[in-house]
């Protein structure tokens, strides 16, 4: 069973069936008139029928979304089609001829709906690619924060207890030894006061054997023995000594010094910092939403766009012989009649289409080093000095960004918003207009770098995709506009080696092999279309391609200073 582009998320890739019953081969191509999916055969016959024949046929990807049915509440028989530009009300083929309508201008309301649908697609895309991711994150650190809180309070709570058990621990000492002098002393004062005790017992029992001396004299019965009897001297009193008491002073201390010495929580009086939120530049690229006007001068701008297709074969338009440079290894287009050409030696030079150079600057070797701006300046990078200069439209050379420690390989000024993809050892990084550093693309979502060391082309699709050619690793590398990794193209034959790289107005990817003398054509998911270039069409080591405003493909080759101009789309 075969499922809608509108049934999958819009990061999947997939495949689609052709819509015309027993055809099984997949679907390339869109009928907008009667909303058929058609492989390139079925188109082909599609168009060949008489009725069919103004049909509007586009890629898929350019496809406009079927309009839902709806009746019409004033002729209820009819379905609405169009809408009133002056009332802005969707009405059926009959409202536009009542009265009320008269002179008022109609827009396709399957148009109108397809814009619409585009533009509820992008902001899917935006809540996916940004809001989404960016919440998430700040959800994380808000957890992580949680978590680190209850670290740093269970630590606290660990080192209180560890102050209290400390000051517990010298409490219990101090008072150990003042236990210890307080028993010394108790025991020194007993210890005297035994001595002093027994000194007056033996006192006592002194006199007591005194008295009993004296008794005995008297009662002796000759008077001439007592009358000769020496009176016994008694001895004096034995002196004794009152103890000094010892006394207790109370300590001095109060809840405050208990707090200095155990220490006390504190929280900073400062204002809680805001998280960061990472700017939507950043990850997803934004504009101007466009105004009703500008809307329908886009259609007619668009209606081309959206009848053109791969042609049948390719055509070479025309040669430019390029004064100047020895080989033409990169080509930026300035205006629509001029271009900025390098070679390997440093030479970059700005030529018409008839090859005349208009000026000539001497720059560091490089190899897809300079690329033109929105406002048409000339930016180039300079890997000696790891910088990135501008010249201006007057001509002068000024230092725009300072890359540090990181060598500037290749750069591409976005047509979408202006900003700046510089491919460099890896990594991709996205500036923007003022020079500002946005994004840093270095990783898949594996772990697994994305790049080698010589990302030597880099360019940007419609759809936003960054698309880098990496010689090193053998392999075109297209990231989204967050930098997730889509896909990676390793060519045809294991001897890959991308050069130029380039997207068109429909969002195929043209990579020069520099091995096979090829130019290979991608579709925006990375599917090989075909072998675009060959040395049957005289290209020989391919190493750089670009695409004008009119979708003319100018190629510049290894071997030579002249520049070829081919028609490849219809």
Known sequence: MAFSKMDIPHRAQHFLECGIEECERNCEFYCNSCHQRLCKQCRDEHL????????????????????????????????VEMLCEECQVPVCSKCVTQKEHRGHIFTDLETIYAEK???????????????????????????????????????????????????????????????????????????????QDKTMDNYITYLNNLVKELHRCLSSTETQKLMSEKKPKIRSIPETS????????????????????????????????????????????????????????????????????????????????????????????DQSDRLWISDRLGNLVQTDLQ?????????????????????????????????????TQDNKITEFIKTGNWT?????????????????????????????????????????????????????????????????????VVVNKSGQHRFSYKGQESMFRPYG?????????????????????LDQDGQFLSLLLTPKQGVYSPCSVCVDDENNLYVGQYNTNTLTVYKYLQ
């Open 48 to 79: 060949k029928s008489p009725e069919n024949k103004n049909h509007e046929v586009v890629l898929y990807q350019q496809r406009k979304r079927q309009l839902p049915v709806e009746k019409c509440k004033i002729h209820p028989n009819k379905d």
């Open 117 to 195: 649908y585009a533009d509820f697609q992008e902001d899917i895309a935006k809540i996916q690619d940004y809001f989404l991711p960016t919440s998430q994150d700040l959800q994380k650190e808000i957890k992580k924060d949680s978590s680190e809180i209850k670290h740093i309070m269970d630590n606290i709570r660990t080192s209180m207890k560890t102050e209290g058990e400390s000051l517990k621990s010298l409490v219990d000492t101090v008072i150990s030894e003042n236990m210890k002098q307080l028993d010394q002393i108790e025991h020194s004062l007993l210890e005297d006061l035994n001595t």
């Open 242 to 333: 009152k103890p000094v008491k010892p006394e207790f002073t109370a300590g001095q201390y109060s809840k405050s010094d208990v707090t200095k010495l155990l220490g006390k929580i504190q929280v900073p009086n400062t204002k809680a910092e805001k998280r960061e939120i990472r700017p939507i530049e950043s990850v997803y690229n934004t504009a101007m939403k466009p105004t009703h006007k500008q809307m329908k001068e886009n259609r007619k701008k668009s209606d081309k766009k959206q009848t053109m297709s791969l042609s049948g074969s390719v055509t070479k338009v025309r040669e430019c012989y390029v004064p100047g440079v020895d080989r033409v290894f990169h080509v930026s287009l």
């Open 355 to 391: 090859g005349n150079v208009i000026q000539k600057i001497k720059t560091s070797d490089g190899h897809g080093y300079h690329t033109v701006t929105q406002d048409r300046g000339l930016i180039f990078t300079d890997y000696d000095k790891n910088v990135i200069n501008r010249i």
């Open 408 to 476: 500037p390989y290749s750069i591409h000024s976005s047509h979408i918003n202006g900003e700046l993809l510089v491919g460099m050892m890896f990594r991709v990084t996205r500036y923007n207009k003022t020079g500002k550093e946005l994004q840093n693309i270095q990783r898949d979502n594996k772990g697994q770098r994305l790049y080698s060391t010589l990302p030597h082309y880099i360019t940007e699709n419609i759809n936003g995709d960054i698309c880098t050619s990496d010689y090193d690793k053998r392999a075109v």
């Open 501 to 521: 790289i380039c997207t068109d107005v429909l969002g195929h990817i043209l990579v020069c092999d520099l091995i096979s003398n090829t130019v290979h054509l």
